[in-house]
């Protein structure tokens, strides 16, 4: 163990925040960290739009499901999986000029743009953690991408895979447990042996988490959780459609 | 600017290993900094596979593309975006028993899966490396994957994103040179404006890299790079097909 690791499992998502601006200077800091990360034979295909506009973080708020830290929040970082400027790049770089040369963005392509996106937003989320930034990422930039991507003049082949929050933090929640390490790392193959019991123990150490955090008014647990979000609601079905119209072939 | 910004800014992927293994105690800690990772809602939707064995590691060398360094590496993981568990988890959680409940696996369970492998993976990077260890991603995993997952026994709903080896160092490249910053960052809305300039002063810069790299004997750019690696084949055709396969439905 050092600072460093230790610095990550002290993360927790932060939704309250000081009005305090995120300085240039550690803006700088967070997106060279976040540049750092490693990308699919350096192909960096994701982009970053910073919003600092308090009235394009307010739209925000509303478009990522009334999430007021959104708006609270001096920086908004909108972490995009971007196969537009590769095509820019790819367009005219060969000897044999072919013009209409399209980009492959087929459901490989899609997965390196949208894993060195997340790369990269990781790193930044650490940088921000190290400079005593708080940050949370916000998935719900996927509740309206068609709005969020005509805010953000998003070009064809650029998707918003998730936002991100950064700010000085005005509350400090308990970090959240997770799943025991054997339910989630395997050794040599994957096995089912010890899920069951695993899932079991995570859900009563939850019972406990959520009991704490709401002063006893909430009895549930994580598998209740679960169930809940995956069987009372079809998560965000537009996205495949939104993806196409957004010129990804996914083929 | 500090020691964890520095850090990861000294990232730089290793090819070549010491026997050396990764303990026990290494492991730990890389895997409790990767679970420390946001995750979407906390669904956790990630297993990783943990492959010291000889033998397996040189199978997959060979499924990867005869990378020798996933052979010589004492560790290699294989991080799978998973949503199997939370099936087993969902599956039998609600008051009114539907045992036939199917988890919908669409495009944005997908996403969700996926970035939450990849931010957990991301973290475990950094954690090796603040251990002197190194680390290579290894987007090669996806070349055979039906192979690789009747190798490590992925059960449906399970897709191996990327394979990581890790261990200890015995080669230290150059950092490589990433796109200018404005090429990436766009503040308040996406621009284009500066791509061009961007792109060719990044060209110039990689193009030193390059003929450093190889002593003068490589003269090519970064666009060049990308076109070839874009126009002169269809990347991973196999993808979408492997992943409906795997239960997918991506709808």
Redesign the interface.
Known sequence: ?????S?????R?IRSYAPDPVTDEQL??I???A????T?????A????????EE?RRRLAELTGHQKHVEQAPLFLVW?ADLN??Q???G???ETE?PE?E??S????F??A??DC??A???A???AE??ALGV??I?GI?NRPQEVSE?????KL?YP??GMCVGTPTQAPD??P??P?P??????????AG??EG?EAYDAVMAEYYAQRTGGGRAS???????A???LK????H??DF?LSQGFR??
Chains 1, 2 share one sequence.
């Not at 087929?106 to 392509?109: D, I, L, T, V």
């Not at 805010?151 to 070009?155: K, V, W």
């Not at 647990?221 to 169930?227: D, I, N």
Request: net charge positive; glycine share 4%; charged share 20%.
């Open positions: 163990m050092n600072d460093i690791i610095l990550m499992k002290e993360h998502s700088t800091a997106l060279s960290a540049q750092a990360a490693s699919s034979s350096n192909i960096q994701y982009s970053v739009i910073g919003v600092r506009g394009k995009c400027r590769l820019s790049a790819v005219g770089a060969m072919e040369f980009l492959p087929n459901m490989e392509a997965i390196m949208t894993v997340a790369l937003a990781q790193n989320a650490i940088a190290s400079l949370v990422y998935g996927r805010l953000l003049q998003l070009p650029v895979v998730f970090v959240r997770r799943l390490l339910v989630v790392y395997h050794e040599e193959a994957y096995s089912e899920f069951k899932i647990v994580w598998s209740t959780e679960m169930a979000r995956f069987r079809n998560l965000r079905p996205m495949r993806l996914l083929d």
